[in-house]
Nanobody, 122 residues
């Protein structure tokens, strides 16, 4: 089970930190965003072991994914937010040790959280 939290309303240029608490074990955790009328898109991912991270080009340098293994929780620190970041953000858990190219695709992930809404006003 995955529980995402931390969404809200923020002005452009502001920051938010999302959290995703996981109740079981997985290989990798990802964050995706889904804006109204659009498909779910990859944002970032992190492997529990070693902390290897992966980012979408659109968020590199602005978002930082991290994890706390002791708390089984993953975070997404979002800085320099833009109106185009407005979306529902979902965390997801991947179970298999596939090649990293797979981590960017929603269909790789086996479990999903309920989503948290991030709204960035201009």
């Amino acid at each position: 089970q995955l529980q995402a939290s931390g969404g809200g309303l923020v002005q452009a240029g502001g920051s938010l930190r999302l959290s995703c608490a996981a109740s079981g074990n997985s290989y990798i955790m990802g964050w995706f965003q889904q804006a109204p009328g659009k498909e779910r898109e990859f944002v970032a991912a992190i492997r529990w072991s070693g902390g290897y991270t992966y980012y979408a080009d659109s968020v590199k340098g602005r978002f930082t994914i991290s994890r706390d293994n002791a708390k089984n929780t993953v975070y997404l620190q979002m800085d320099s937010l833009k109106p185009e970041d407005t979306a529902v953000y979902y965390c997801a858990a991947g179970m298999r040790t596939y090649h990293s190219v797979n981590y960017y695709y929603a269909n790789y992930y086996a479990y999903w959280g309920q989503g948290t809404l991030v709204t960035v006003s201009s």
